[in-house]
Structure formats: structure tokens, C-alpha cells
């Protein structure tokens, strides 16, 4: 049981840059994980198992990557009741991301801007805190969510990409393929006909080899964005099953600011997440399940504010559903009520 009542935790945190907020809440997170004050913010997990693209899931309910960047403190989210966590988007080498200030709250529409830009210490250092990490070991299932540096011209990013999962594949349960981040200059191009089949396609055949060499099949998502017409997600979803990719994450977060242009910070560059996104990406949600079948696997993300949400994530034909935005402002007690929404709803 967690004994920090998060409203008190998130009027101290709000009172600060939202960086620096986060970054001091995943540096204390990362020193309490494997420690007997991890029990301050621990949760039972919610047991509602399902098996999607192969894996058994302990619930539907995960974190989605760009939370904990670097893998740091999967140990610790795991403790609250994730049935998933997803850490990343690790690139090949570090960089230091766009520059400060780069991430913004926008309480009145319980939203967030950033434009992080794949802020991360390296594919390296990311290795070795997954493998410090137990989630795992516990039933845990954990995504690993993989990038493209921003000084790798669009032209060479399938190098990057397949760098990826080389390193990740041997500790994940699933790989992500972020390819619709817009905080990287043209990385959404990569969502396009010709570049995602040529991405897809040589992603594809290394996961072969990689399957081959380790002896096990690690599923291939891809992660897309909310900024789709239908006629570009209908693309998507036939290069999807064309290249035999194992599932898809939708969305990422939005360029829109119809919602929000008239608050403050509401014009700030970058992805605006949150309650705004909710809709978009249900509507990609619903449009990928038409096209893609029943069977096919689709987590959805976006906007999921309460337990209601997650719930209407799946009746948009999402088999999982993760939080990030709507876990900055509910905290620990979204993981049970989400969890629990999701499991009433079966």
C-alpha cells in the first residue's frame, strides 16, 4: 500500500520547472526501488492476465516510454502495479537532447508540451540498468523502446534503427520502434509509403538473425502518431502486416493546439500530451482496428486521464493501454484504477 498521498506530492512537484520535477522524482525513485522504502510508494498489481503478440501480460495496464528514458527506474514503477513498463526511447549514442527550457505543464486542459528530443545517456548505459532491473524476474513484462539520433541524417536511420535491437534484444520482452516522435527533425517522414516498408522490411530481417542467434522470438512494435489521416493510417497498417511486424503502439503524442492555443504555454513547439490527445488517438485506434482485424495486436495511448478512459481506449479496439501523462497527474493510484477498470471490463 502506497503511504505518500499523491496530491500533497504533486502540489510540492508542480510548484517546480517540470523538468526538474521530474528528474528529481526519477532520481528518488531510482535510490528507493531496491531499497525497504520502496514500500512508500508500492501497490499490489492488479491480477487480470492476457496473452497478446505472445507474451502473457499480468494486466492490460502499462507505463509508456518516455517517462523513464534511460531505464532507470523500472524496478521502482514496477513496484507501483504496472502489468507493463516501457523505458526509452534509447538512441545509439547519448545526446543531450533540444535545448531547456523544453518541457511545459498546461494544467487547466490536464496536458503537457515537450520537446525533450530523445534526451538520453546512450544505448550503453541503458543496457545497464535493464539488466540491474528484477521487474522481469517478478512476471513483469518490459518494452523497449528504441530511436534514432538526431545527428543521423533521415537518409542513413534505418543504421540507427538497426543498432537497436542488436543491444536491446536479448533483455526485452517486446521492442518498440519509435518512429513518430516530432521533438526529431523528420522523424515522422519515416511514416511515409516507401520509408516505413524499407525501415520495416530491414528491421524484419534482422530480427530474424537476432532470432536465430538467441534462440527465442521478441515481438516488433511499432509506435505512431496521432497526426494521421485515414488514408495514411490505411498505409500503415498494410505495411504492417506486410513486413510481418507483431504489433503497433498508437499514438505518440499530438502537433495539434486547437485545444489548447489559448492557454498558456499552449503554442510551445513541441508534442502537447494528455486529455487533448485522448480523442486523435482513439480515432487511430478505431481506424487501425478496422483495417488490421481482430486479432492484430494494438496498445493504446493517449489521454488517459481515469479509469473510464482506459476503459474507452479498449472499447476503441486497443488490447492494452498505457499512461504517461495522466500518471504525472494521478500518480500511483491511476496504475489500480485503470488496472481495475480494465479488468471489470475484460
Request: proline share 7%; glycine share 10%.
Amino acid at each position: 500500500m502506497a503511504f505518500v498521498p499523491y496530491p500533497l506530492a504533486r502540489s510540492f512537484l508542480f510548484e517546480l520547472d517540470p523538468e526538474k520535477a521530474h528528474d528529481l522524482t526519477l532520481g528518488a525513485l531510482a535510490r528507493i526501488q531496491h531499497t525497504p522504502l520502496v514500500c512508500t510508494i508500492a501497490q499490489p498489481r492488479v491480477d487480470d492476465p492476457v496473452t497478446v503478440a505472445g507474451l502473457r501480460f499480468p494486466n492490460r495496464l502499462g507505463l509508456a516510454a518516455g517517462l523513464d528514458k534511460n531505464g532507470r527506474c523500472i524496478d521502482g514503477f514496477g513496484a507501483m502495479g504496472f502489468g507493463f513498463v516501457e523505458v526509452g526511447t534509447v538512441t545509439p549514442k547519448a545526446q543531450p537532447g533540444n535545448p531547456k527550457p523544453r518541457m511545459f505543464r498546461l494544467p487547466q486542459a490536464r496536458a503537457l508540451i515537450n520537446r525533450l528530443g530523445f534526451n538520453n545517456e546512450g544505448l550503453d548505459a541503458f543496457l545497464a540498468n535493464v539488466k540491474r532491473a528484477s521487474f522481469r524476474s517478478k512476471g513483469g513484462i518490459l518494452g523497449l523502446n528504441i530511436g534514432k539520433n538526431a545527428a543521423t541524417p533521415i537518409e542513413r536511420a534505418v543504421d540507427d534503427y538497426l543498432l537497436g535491437p542488436a543491444g536491446v534484444y536479448p533483455h526485452a520482452d517486446y521492442v518498440t520502434v519509435n518512429i513518430s516522435s516530432p521533438n526529431t527533425k523528420n522523424l515522422r517522414a519515416l511514416q511515409s509509403d516507401e520509408a516505413l516498408d524499407a525501415l520495416l522490411a530491414a528491421l524484419q530481417e534482422r530480427k530474424a538473425a537476432l532470432q536465430t542467434e538467441h534462440g527465442r522470438s521478441v515481438p516488433m512494435f511499432v509506435k505512431i502518431a496521432p497526426d494521421l489521416d485515414e488514408a495514411q493510417v490505411k498505409v500503415i497498417a498494410a505495411t504492417l502486416k506486410k513486413n510481418g511486424i507483431d504489433g503497433v503502439i498508437a499514438t505518440n503524442t499530438t502537433i495539434a493546439r486547437e485545444a489548447v492555443q489559448h492557454l498558456p504555454h499552449g503554442e510551445e513547439a513541441g508534442g502537447l500530451s494528455g486529455a487533448p490527445v485522448f480523442e486523435p488517438s482513439n480515432r487511430v485506434i478505431r481506424l487501425l482496428r478496422t483495417e488490421l482485424g481482430s486479432a492484430y495486436p494494438i496498445i493504446g495511448v493517449g489521454g488517459v486521464m481515469s479509469g473510464a478512459d482506459a476503459v474507452a481506449k479498449r472499447e476503441a479496439g486497443a488490447d492494452l493501454v498505457q499512461i504517461y501523462t495522466g500518471f504525472i497527474y494521478g500518480g500511483p493510484p491511476l496504475v489500480t484504477e485503470a488496472a481495475r477498470a480494465l479488468k471489470t471490463r475484460g
